[in-house]
């Protein structure tokens, strides 16, 4: 920690960051070590073995660019955060530090193995592949290339698409260019092909998607227009399009998370293993994920959760309503076919035909092909539900968390927080007494 957060190296500590932790040797230190002593049973600190191999606490990666990259130390910091938050997770203690004193720049990034809600992360050559391949995607998301683009394959192509390629005219050329103006907004593959076909464009699904523009006289497949073109690589560059969004900068100070990392370092001087700690961390964790300068920020987006969840909740009703309604009729459908199969019916069954016979009239179900067609409706109408149901518990999510962070600044800001805490917690200590008879 102390090597890392040298302030030589790091342009006087500018380029330093943290994640559930202060970017300071001693107090990152303290906090990986309670984190990890209480999720681990193990101590922090203890020796390794004379024999065989300790246990891991926390593990060391170097990402390092290319002098010949010409990148800015703070592109090379904000990919070594971005690298961080993608490949560990908003819960993770994590400590990142760009250094700037040998001939190229490299980052460095110190995981503890544990992060603040008790998941443990295993290195090994998976999750080292996987890292690896989450640096590259995040490299290529903010404009470096992850590889010597001399030394990648290029697909050969005919000599008059070469011409045509040359001048401008050539018909992949136009449709990779309309291509990468779709992948900057679409959700997925399906709706960039969809705003493909509004356009004008013929496109054939199946095991190889083919595409053709108005006046093209053959279709081209995906795969024939390079290698970033694929299904999949069109999937994962619009996976990873708003990559390093809301990500913070570090040379910009933040009031709201200088009082929860002042709060932090005060009880963890007064009690390491206080529990309110973990409380404090993952509120800080949602101050720096959504970058929250002051408490007027989370107050002042309150009010405005409170209406989307209360709109988000109305449509989720409309829509189960709706769902419950299409089942009761897929039931009843059932049943009413059913009851056509056999050869005799009871009083109630033949009342219950007779029933449903007059309601599936009336929604124009008389066969079981309508019966198919219904549960294709209730399916689609379920997938559009599910979006809803995110977006309502999204909110519902973010409207705890916020009205957690304005409270426990609330209570911060009275003064005596921390004195508040440590009675709080004698008390808890305290036997209960007896009562008198």
């Known amino acids: 920690m102390t090597y890392i957060l040298d302030p030589e190296k790091t342009d006087g500590l500018i380029l330093t960051n943290s994640m559930n932790c202060i970017p300071d040797p001693k107090c990152a230190y303290l906090a990986m070590k ?13 020796p390794p073995p004379k024999q065989g191999k300790g246990k891991v606490k926390a593990i060391h990666y170097i990402q390092s660019f290319d ?16 690298l961080a938050r993608k490949a560990f997770g908003d819960n993770c203690q994590v400590v990142i530090a760009t250094h700037i004193d040998k001939g190229h720049l490299h980052n460095h990034i110190i995981l503890n193995t544990y992060s603040i809600d008790g998941k443990k992360f295993n290195a090994n050559k998976k999750t080292l592949d996987e890292i690896k391949e989450i640096s590259d995607r995040v490299c290529l998301a903010l404009g ?51 705003e493909l076909e509004i356009l004008g464009y013929t496109v054939r699904r199946g ?12 279709a081209v497949r995906l795969k024939t227009l390079g290698e970033d073109y694929t299904v999949e690589q ?40 206080h529990p309110s700690l973990e409380q404090l961390g993952t509120l800080l964790t949602v101050i720096n994920r959504d970058n929250l300068q002051s408490i007027g920020e989370p107050d002042g987006k309150i009010e405005q959760i409170k209406f989307e969840l209360e709109k988000s909740r109305q449509e989720v009703n409309i829509m ?19 009851f056509m199969d056999k050869h005799s019916l009871t009083a109630e069954e033949q009342l219950r035909a007779e029933m449903y016979k007059e309601t599936l009239a009336q929604k124009n179900i008389e066969s079981l092909s309508d019966l198919d067609y219904l549960k294709g409706v209730i399916s689609e109408t379920e997938q559009k539900a599910e979006p809803i149901k995110a977006y309502y518990n999204k909110c519902a999510e973010l409207l705890r968390e916020y009205s957690d962070i304005s409270e426990t600044y609330n209570q911060i800001s009275q003064g005596d927080y921390i004195s508040k805490l440590i009675e709080q917690q004698r008390k808890q200590g305290e036997p209960q007494a007896r009562p008198r008879r």
């Open 34 to 46: 309670m984190v990890y002593e209480q999720f681990s049973g193990y101590k922090f600190d203890e």
């Open 67 to 82: 002098p010949k990259d010409n990148i800015t130390p703070e592109l090379a910091h904000k990919i070594g955060r971005t």
């Open 144 to 194: 470096v290339q992850p590889f010597d683009k001399s030394k990648a394959k290029r697909t050969t192509i005919a000599y008059n698409e070469w011409q045509n390629e040359k001048r401008g005219t050539s018909w992949k050329e136009k449709i990779r260019s309309e291509i990468d103006r779709f992948v900057g907004w679409v959700k997925n593959v399906d709706e960039l092909l969809a």
């Open 207 to 218: 095991k190889y998607i083919s595409i053709k523009a108005p006046d093209q006289q053959r």
């Open 234 to 273: 069109l999937a994962s560059r619009i996976l990873w399009r708003d990559v390093g969004a809301g990500i913070n900068n570090p040379c910009k100070r933040s009031a709201l998370r200088d009082k929860y990392s002042e709060t932090i370092v005060n009880v963890q001087e007064v009690n390491a293993s």
């Open 320 to 338: 189960e309503t709706k769902c419950n309604l299409l089942r009761s009729l897929a039931a009843q459908a059932e049943e009413y076919f059913s």
